[in-house]
């Protein structure tokens, strides 16, 4: 990377011990009024000195605007060249205004949602003082076991690619000089979606070629979108933790994907490499570490104990340390840092700007898109004149942030009882389990809506779950419902494709929400009663039995396709079926649409325009998102047999027709070949594009 003349100057005043120090994240504590004077604590556990920890060049997570003020002069009083701390923070889906969870803003299929939920996370977050987001994750999630699939925009590469680099550009904004802007920090490199049972903190198995094909695209965005930053992951690829791995640094995300940019270890990462028994001891950790270039240590302390003794011994060269160094300076030099160690901190911005009226505004436009309608035999939406109950004790939630949001105000937030009790006065029996009098309401009610699902703290990371499905206890609600009324309407909230059972399947309509954030109860509360039509449609596949685990919609074709039950040797189970209940891509609406042409509009060298003739053949307004499938061209590897190659969302009035242009970028109409080379797919494009229930096949 190139230093400007600043940042050179500044290192060749800088001491082995200072440039170490750059090297180093701690969280906020390490610097509390007792730690700082004496070694107690993490200090005595990493064996730091208070005279190193004034050496550390960032800090992660902090509590807000006066805890980043004190911490900041106080570490500048004390630093000999006053570098100033940089402040990093998982600002995942909002700061305080809090934008629906990642899956939640997938399900839009909608990039510019993405984001708009990315940049105003930025302003907020930039007025506590806050200049990096280990956000987006890019991780692609296919098993509904892991509760971080969450944080991710689900199953599907080229949907990845998408929304993550749209989140980039939503918080680095154009300029990262601008002070409400943040680094993105993209995470985790790489394959941490792919840790075998759901588990997190584990191992990665996966063939080389499924890692280049399907798993590198979140990561590729990042680095075209010029995240600043990527996080090492947890999981051990091709037998080394990600953290000290050549291979996954420098050989996968420096050399293939071209990053230039910081890279920082996960939370205590590079230390856990100890755990993993692949070095036996720090100095061996921190030598795999920097010779990986691994830049930033995050919390624990092996680079502080470790690589001055490797210098000295001649293990590790100074240029090694120095181009780490070197990137860190250029990230807090490009942030201008160096002019402003306060930058966008702003304590009377911050209390009035996150939440304000707009910026919730923008939180229930970003979620109104999401909600997935399932299934609905004339159910939905409601009527405010009929008889309707409502049921569950997630009525009364307040908590519909959704895991991963640290500033997140529960307190300030809706439940759905709130809403509904504000708009209407329909009986609310929030419990899960009903009494006789409920009973007798249920059996009077037209209709009966019931909440079912996961909380908040049920997902998110360490929140893997044998069992992704719904509780014993709403299992027997939604039974109890159903046998004595069937007009039954289940809601499942949740932050996981959970596998439903029997009893939701057998509702009259089924509405699938991912947790919303600020604004999840008025969106929910519009949805049911039609003021918002749902145009979401699922980013990761609904299994029909957690047998089936993981499963997605891009599994390569097999030599035995089941074909029926009267032919033994095929690729099936024999207690139960193979397809899924709700594939990806699967969501309804209150309308219908019907496409009535498509053909090439024009075509060069990098892309394909294709008009599609599209009508709103229903009574109601209707948006959804729109897919381009390839055809997969037989090129001599295994890929699956149709390839998402250009999605879209349209909105149509009732009776309206329109023609939209849909651009097929030729970069992405590619495969990885057996020798790990990318090339692009040869014409003719044999295509499908699917709106909705509506196919329609045309060659390009
Ligand atoms: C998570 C990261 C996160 C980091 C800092 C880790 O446990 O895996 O995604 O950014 O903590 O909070």
Redesign the pocket.
């Known amino acids: 990377m190139k230093l400007t003349k600043r940042v050179k100057q500044l290192m060749s005043l800088m001491t082995l011990e200072e440039k170490v120090g750059q090297l180093h994240q701690v969280p906020p504590f390490f610097f509390s009024d007792e730690l700082v004077n004496e070694v107690a604590g993490p200090l005595r556990k990493y064996k730091i000195s208070p005279t190193q920890l004034f050496h550390v060049g960032s800090i992660?997570?902090t509590a807000g605007p006066e805890e980043m003020k004190h911490l900041q002069s106080m570490y500048l009083q004390r630093s000999r060249l006053k570098i100033p701390l940089l402040f990093m923070a998982?600002i995942i889906h909002g700061y305080k205004t809090i934008f629906p969870i990642p899956l939640a803003i997938a399900a839009t299929m909608d990039p510019k949602r993405s984001e708009t939920a990315a940049r105003i996370a930025a302003k907020e977050a930039t007025t506590s003082g806050i200049a990096v987001t280990?956000s987006p994750?890019a991780d692609l999630a296919r098993d509904a076991r892991w509760g971080r699939v969450m944080?991710s925009s689900g199953e599907d590469p080229f949907v990845n690619y998408h929304m993550t680099y749209a989140a980039v550009k939503g918080y680095q904004g154009s300029s990262l000089k601008d002070p409400s802007t943040l680094a993105a920090?993209g995470?985790?490199v790489v394959a941490y979606g792919a840790g075998i049972a759901g588990k997190?903190y584990t191992q990665a198995e996966l063939s080389k070629h499924s890692l280049y094909q399907y798993y590198l695209e979140g990561y590729r965005a990042c680095v075209d979108a010029e995240a600043r930053l990527l996080?090492s992951s947890?999981n051990v690829v091709e037998g080394i933790p990600s953290t000290v791995s050549s291979f996954v640094l420098k050989t996968l995300i420096r050399n293939h994907l071209g990053f230039k940019g910081v890279i920082i270890s996960?939370?205590d990462s590079l230390n856990e490499a100890q755990f993993h028994r692949v070095t036996s001891s720090g100095e061996e950790t921190a030598l795999k570490g920097i010779e990986a270039t691994l830049d930033i240590e995050?919390s624990s302390a092996i680079y502080q104990n470790h690589l001055i003794p490797l210098i000295e011994q001649g293990k590790v060269s100074v240029k090694l340390l120095n181009d780490a160094v070197g990137r860190v300076l250029m990230l807090k030099e490009e942030l201008g840092l160096l002019d402003d160690p306060y930058r966008g901190l702003n304590p009377a911005l911050e209390a009035t700007l996150p939440l304000s009226e707009n910026h919730y505004k923008a939180a229930y436009d970003v979620a109104k898109a999401s909600p997935i309608l399932l299934k609905n035999e004339q159910a939905l939406p409601l009527l405010p004149e009929e008889e309707i109950v409502f049921v569950g004790s997630l009525l009364d939630e307040q908590n519909l942030l959704g895991a991963w949001a640290w500033h997140g105000e529960v307190e300030r937030t809706s439940s759905l009882a709130m809403v509904l009790r504000q708009r209407y006065s329909f009986p609310l029996l929030m419990t899960d389990s009903l009494e006789e009098t409920d009973l007798k309401t249920i059996q009077k009610a037209k209709k009966v809506v019931v909440f079912v699902g996961e909380r908040s703290k049920e997902f998110g990371?360490a929140r893997s779950k044998m069992s992704p499905t719904l509780s014993d206890e709403h299992q027997r609600l939604l039974q109890t419902i159903l046998s004595i009324n069937p007009n039954v309407i289940t809601v499942v909230m949740a932050g996981r494709p959970l596998v439903l059972s029997p009893t939701v399947v057998a509702s009259q309509a089924i509405l699938y929400s991912f947790y919303l954030g600020s604004a999840m109860a008025d969106v929910l509360v519009d949805t049911l009663f039609g003021g918002i039509n749902p145009s979401g449609t699922l980013p990761m596949t609904l299994a029909s039995d957690v047998g089936q685990l993981p499963i997605h919609t891009l599994s390569l074709p097999t030599g035995r396709p089941f074909e029926g039950k009267t032919y033994t040797y095929t690729s099936h189970y024999i207690d139960g079926g193979n397809t899924p209940l709700f594939p990806m891509g699967f969501g309804l609406s209150y309308t219908f649409f019907s496409i009535q042409k498509a053909h090439k509009l024009h075509e060069n060298e990098d892309q394909i325009d294709l008009d599609v003739t599209v009508q709103n053949t229903g009574h109601v307004y209707g948006e959804h998102p729109i897919f381009v499938y390839l055809k997969t061209p037989i090129v001599g590897v295994a890929l699956p047999e149709y390839q998402l190659i250009a999605f879209n969302r349209m909105g149509l009035e009732p009776g309206m027709r329109q023609t939209l242009t849909l651009t097929i970028d030729k970069k992405h109409v590619s495969y990885y070949d057996t020798s790990f080379k990318r090339h692009r797919f040869d014409g003719p494009f044999h295509v499908k594009i699917v709106l909705m229930n509506e196919q329609y096949e045309v060659t390009l």
């Open positions: 992660l997570g998982d280990f994750m944080e920090c995470k985790h997190d996080m947890f996960d939370y995050m990371e």
